[in-house]
């Protein structure tokens, strides 16, 4: 009976730390759409722990050609745990209503490889629940497109920078060169000796 109670205990200690080791902030705690699929990421399983710059994106704006630069920042810090999650919206009325036309500007005319999600409200009650928590933890709502939230891992620390702040500015780099070098990898328990 011992040996079963201990058992038993063992069991449920892992799980409630596996359950722990996955649980996110405002920020993380969703699943979003992917653009042009019907398939949801868990935001949480998928990004627990890297270094985040989340960026309301449009198709139709002066600053779309700042798509390269987000993907050149993306292939050169995403070994350091860099993740780019762009955000396509209409909330200015300058993205296609066809999440075809859409993907079509990103994939093929920018080259884009980072995740992006369908097309969603960014400001106001509307706004989706990743954009509600970062205007909540910086008091900055976008003013347009291309607004970039950097994010630490810990989700602890969101700074902002608006549309004319280009994802190549040295003071822009700075941040998040410093958010990389304090992030802390997340530990999962160890269940290989299950």
């Known amino acids: 009976m011992k040996k079963w109670l201990t058992v038993l205990t063992v069991s449920v200690g892992m799980v409630a730390s596996s359950a722990m080791a996955n649980q996110c902030g405002d920020i993380l705690g969703h699943s979003m759409q992917q653009l042009k699929t019907r398939e949801s990421i868990d935001l949480c399983q998928a ?6 710059l ?4 449009a198709s139709k704006c002066g600053f ?9 920042l993306y292939q050169q810090y995403q070994a350091a745990g860099l993740v780019v999650l762009g955000f396509p919206s209409d909330s200015f009325k300058q993205e296609y209503a066809d999440a075809e036309k859409t993907a079509e500007v990103c ?14 409200k960014v400001r106001g009650k509307e706004a989706n629940p990743v954009f ?3 205007i909540a933890k910086t008091g900055e709502s976008p003013s347009w497109n291309f607004n970039k939230y950097l994010v630490s ?13 280009k994802p190549d500015n040295k003071d822009f780099i700075a941040e998040l060169e410093k958010m990389l070098a304090e992030a802390k990898p997340v530990t999962k328990p160890d269940t290989s000796g299950d």
């Open 107 to 120: 994939y093929l005319t920018y080259g884009v490889q980072f995740p992006m999600f369908a097309s969603s």
């Open 54 to 57: 989340i960026v309301n994106t």
């Open 132 to 134: 509600k928590a970062l």
């Open 64 to 72: 779309t050609p700042q798509f390269d630069a987000l993907e050149a």
């Open 47 to 52: 990004y627990q722990g890297k270094t985040l």
């Open 153 to 165: 891992a810990d989700e602890q620390t969101v700074k902002h920078f608006g549309s004319r702040t």
